[in-house]
């Protein structure tokens, strides 16, 4: 089993900034792209930023040059450095993570708990 662990949220400000981390842990044999999603209540889900396992990224338009993702293989963790926040950015955060946990099973994706980021004045 696949156990992905996120924290870092909390209160901020506008034009704050935050960082949060998303560490998987358990039977892992590689670990392929790690996206951040975030959600607010009665919306749908949206990507944020994805990391390739080469550390290629991609962004979401709203958060492109405010957002970073990135990633320590070593700790099996993504990190997304969130800066220039504005209200428009309260959300819940979600970690997913897509994992092989055998060489020869096909790579799952799995989900963190959500960690929530509120941007207020």
């Known amino acids: 089993q696949v156990q992905v662990v996120e924290s870092g949220g909390g209160l901020v400000q506008p034009g704050g900034s935050l960082r949060l981390s998303c560490a998987a842990s358990?039977?892992?044999?590689?670990?392929?792209?790690m996206d951040w999603y975030r959600q607010v209540p009665g919306k749908q889900r949206e990507l944020v930023a994805v990391i390739s396992s080469g550390s290629i990224t991609n962004y979401a338009d709203s958060v492109r040059g405010r957002f970073t993702i990135s990633r320590d293989n070593t700790k099996n963790t993504v990190y997304l450095e969130m800066n220039s926040l504005n209200p428009e950015d309260t959300a819940v955060y979600f970690c997913?993570?897509?994992?092989?946990?055998?060489?020869?099973?096909?790579?799952?994706?799995?989900w963190g708990q959500g960690t929530q980021v509120t941007v207020s004045s």
């Open positions: 997913h993570v897509i994992v092989s946990s055998a060489s020869r099973s096909p790579p799952r994706g799995y």
């Open positions: 358990g039977t892992i044999v590689r670990i392929y792209d």
